[in-house]
């Protein structure tokens, strides 16, 4: 027998060894790949905020609340029927009583949908304000009261049209 030939055994083994290892490693990287939490069709955008805490009424005499513009800086067109706002932290500042302060509770209208129309494109600009919120007991927020977002999380929120899946596309925090 040659003993050239007795070496090849051995070698074809451990070849085969290693191409069934990286075989599996593709077929499990790409089985876990498929588990992450992605959105393939979220679009992509930028938004900028301007917030002001001295809003007055309309009469400019007694103070309204603070309001947030946010403006569609850059990126895709967003149907607005897909966009919500998720509103936390904001109170109902009572300008009589200081000691008279409620949490404020988002209830809309969409700000997207009421004011850009069906389309949220690019130099686009949405207020959120004092209009689209009440007091945690169910009250206006009226003539007394001011909004306060300085301590609230304003976040937007993509809604897929063809699956479950949201994204958050912005966040704000004063």
Same mark, same amino acid.
């Given at each position: 027998? $040659?003993?050239?030939t007795?070496?090849?055994?051995?070698?074809?083994?451990?070849?085969?060894?290693?191409?069934?290892?990286?075989?599996?490693?593709?077929?499990?990287?790409?089985?876990?790949?498929?588990? *992450?939490?992605?959105?393939?069709d979220a679009?992509?955008?930028?938004?900028?905020?301007e917030y002001? *805490?001295? *809003?007055?009424?309309?009469?400019?005499?007694?103070?309204?609340?603070?309001?947030? =513009?946010?403006?569609?800086?850059?990126?895709?067109?967003l149907?607005?029927?897909?966009? =919500?706002?998720?509103v936390?932290?904001?109170?109902?500042r009572?300008?009589?009583?200081?000691?008279? $302060?409620?949490?404020?509770?988002?209830?809309?209208?969409?700000?997207?949908?009421?004011?850009?129309?069906?389309d949220?494109?690019?130099?686009?600009?949405?207020?959120?304000?004092?209009s689209?919120?009440?007091e945690?007991?169910?009250?206006?927020?009226?003539?007394?009261?001011?909004?306060?977002?300085?301590?609230?999380?304003?976040?937007?929120?993509?809604?897929?049209?063809s699956?479950?899946?949201?994204?958050?596309?912005? *966040?704000?925090?004063?």
């Amino acid at each position: 027998m $040659n003993s050239d030939t007795r070496a090849v055994s051995p070698v074809v083994a451990t070849i085969l060894m290693v191409a069934v290892v990286v075989v599996l490693t593709g077929a499990t990287g790409g089985y876990l790949f498929q588990l *992450t939490d992605s959105v393939d069709d979220a679009p992509n955008t930028a938004f900028s905020a301007e917030y002001d *805490t001295s *809003t007055r009424d309309n009469v400019g005499t007694s103070p309204d609340g603070h309001y947030l =513009n946010v403006t569609h800086t850059a990126g895709d067109t967003l149907q607005t029927g897909a966009l =919500n706002i998720s509103v936390t932290g904001a109170w109902s500042r009572d300008t009589d009583d200081p000691n008279d $302060n409620e949490p404020a509770v988002y209830v809309g209208p969409n700000p997207f949908a009421s004011q850009a129309g069906s389309d949220f494109t690019a130099a686009e600009t949405v207020s959120i304000n004092s209009s689209s919120f009440r007091e945690a007991g169910g009250a206006a927020i009226d003539n007394s009261d001011y909004l306060d977002l300085q301590d609230a999380t304003v976040r937007i929120v993509w809604q897929s049209s063809s699956t479950d899946d949201s994204v958050t596309l912005w *966040t704000w925090e004063f």
